[in-house]
């Protein structure tokens, strides 16, 4: 067993990136769920950070909706890299423009879900997924 440990090669990278990229999928799913309470998306709105943007509700919903649908993407596998990019893109706008990039200690939640989406954007879905069936 030690020599798998030691070992440079990968180890179970199939299942362990298409395990991840469903619990990544599931974890954005359920943070865009929120799309659907109209009391926290109005209260996103108030933040002045969110105030003195371009049209403020939209880019809440838009920011919101992308968490949902990426996540869905990545839970069924479909379309994973566009997913996995307007998901590091939606990302890394809130880590350095909402949170004003401190994603080294304070705000590193969002930094980390945009390495994740380009590590699948990179990676693509890998194993159980519809672009598998797909796009052969």
Not at 116 to 130: D, R, T
Request: aromatic share 16%.
């Amino acid at each position: 067993m030690a020599h798998l440990l030691l070992s440079p090669r990968p180890l179970w990278s199939n299942a362990g990136l298409g395990i991840i990229r469903i619990v990544v999928g599931l974890l954005m799913a359920y943070h865009g769920l929120e799309i659907f309470q109209p009391d926290v998306m109005a209260g996103y709105q108030t933040w002045d950070v969110i105030k003195a943007m371009p049209s403020p509700v939209l880019m809440v919903y838009i920011g919101k909706g992308l968490e949902f649908v990426t996540g869905l993407c990545f839970i069924l596998g479909i379309f994973t890299r566009i997913a996995a990019l307007l998901m590091a893109i939606d990302l890394l706008f809130i880590c350095f423009v909402v949170s004003n990039g401190r994603f080294y200690y304070e705000d590193q939640h969002p930094f980390l879900f945009a390495l994740l989406a380009l590590v699948y954007f990179f990676a693509g879905p890998v194993i159980w997924s519809l672009d598998q069936r797909i796009f052969k």
